[in-house]
């Protein structure tokens, strides 16, 4: 079933009144992209620097736990694709 909906200072607001079975249920939203600001989100209060580095590295676990590694890791670069993948599968 598809029905419209607003989205009103973060909560999801049904056009027409819908009475659901369950409390929790799981949607999808389709947001246009015009209306999605490219702005990193704020930390969450759990979300350390440490854990923001082990996220952005834990593709490369394998590379940095290995002895063959020739050449220094460049972090720019792991970064910036991490950002670009992580952009992409927002869309």
Do not use: C, W
């Not at 590379?63 to 991490?82: G, H, Q």
């Amino acid at each position: 079933m598809q029905i419209q909906a607003i989205y009103n200072q973060g909560q999801i607001e049904f056009e027409k009144p819908l009475r659901l079975k369950h409390d929790n249920i799981r949607l999808i939203v389709t947001v246009p992209d015009e209306e999605i600001e490219d702005l990193i989100l704020p930390a969450q209060t759990d979300d350390t620097m440490e854990s923001r580095v082990r996220t952005i590295l834990r593709p490369y676990q394998h590379l940095l736990k290995s002895n063959t590694v020739s050449e220094p890791l460049n972090y720019d670069a792991i970064r910036d694709n991490y950002l670009a993948e992580k952009h992409l599968q927002k869309r």
